[in-house]
């Protein structure tokens, strides 16, 4: 596979358009894949994100339930108690161990049929009957999320 490190300090990228010699069933075959002993996976814009398992988006807000809010049980706590934005397959672990997430746009189909499998996790703030494009779909995120914690 042709691996992507440029502009990476911490995780390497393996992109679907730079597999000149792989087919997408290889491809799709590294997906489905456990990764190695210690690094984890996204899935982000048709390509594969490997990274150390100790780091990702959902291990950050642990992280920060545990700093800011004190907390012992940062699993428990994001499932109760914290909301997040998110608009990518790659913020979908953050976004199933939180309370709540707010989407301003759909990214891609694997998005869209997660938010219908989860709609009373997942809501849709943007792209709703051409309404709420763009950042109009941002701030409403946020001002659901921010409504959400009161």
Do not use: W
């Not at 048709?46 to 049980?73: E, H, R, T, W």
């Amino acid at each position: 596979f042709v691996v992507d490190t440029k502009g990476y300090s911490t995780c390497f990228r393996v992109n679907l358009k730079q597999q000149t010699l792989r087919s997408e069933v290889e491809f799709n075959q590294l997906l489905a894949r456990e990764a190695p002993s210690g690094l984890a996976t996204s899935v982000n814009l048709g390509c594969i994100d490997f990274y150390p398992a100790n780091s990702g988006k959902m291990k950050c807000c642990q992280y920060l339930a545990c700093k800011f809010a004190g907390v012992v049980d940062d699993e428990e706590y994001l499932a109760k108690s914290s909301v997040c934005l998110c608009d990518d397959d790659n913020d979908l672990e953050m976004a199933l161990a939180c309370k709540h997430a707010f989407v301003p746009g759909v990214s891609s189909e694997s998005m869209s049929n997660t938010i219908q499998a989860n709609p009373k996790q997942l809501t849709l703030t943007g792209g709703i009957d051409g309404m709420n494009e763009g950042t109009e779909a941002t701030e409403r995120a946020l001002d659901l999320a921010i409504a959400a914690m009161e």
